[in-house]
């Protein structure tokens, strides 16, 4: 039984990371539909609830900042 149970421990993830995930997936999800990445769109596609962690939030906060950081370098090269 430890064994099972270390495995399963392993291989789970934890609520803040599947949140995480999600948000990723989202993101992906709006830019291939061709519209803006906004928090609100994000937050509702990735189906968040309003108390979502600090950990999350910050997570969201960064890839809105990456997303955005790789647009404007895209556009300064054309």
Known sequence: MPLTKAYLESVT????????RRLKWAIAK???QGKEVK???V?????LREDY???V???LEDELYRQST???AINSLQ
């Not at 993830?13 to 995480?20: A, K, L, M, P």
């Not at 937050?43 to 189906?47: E, N, V, Y």
Request: no cysteine; proline share 4%; hydrophobic share 45%.
């Open 70 to 72: 790789a647009i404007a």
């Open 30 to 32: 709006i830019e291939e």
């Open 57 to 59: 939030k910050a997570a």
């Open 39 to 41: 928090p609100w769109r």
């Open 13 to 20: 993830e934890s609520i803040e990371d599947y949140q995480i």
């Open 43 to 47: 937050i509702r596609i990735a189906g």
């Open 53 to 55: 962690s600090d950990k």
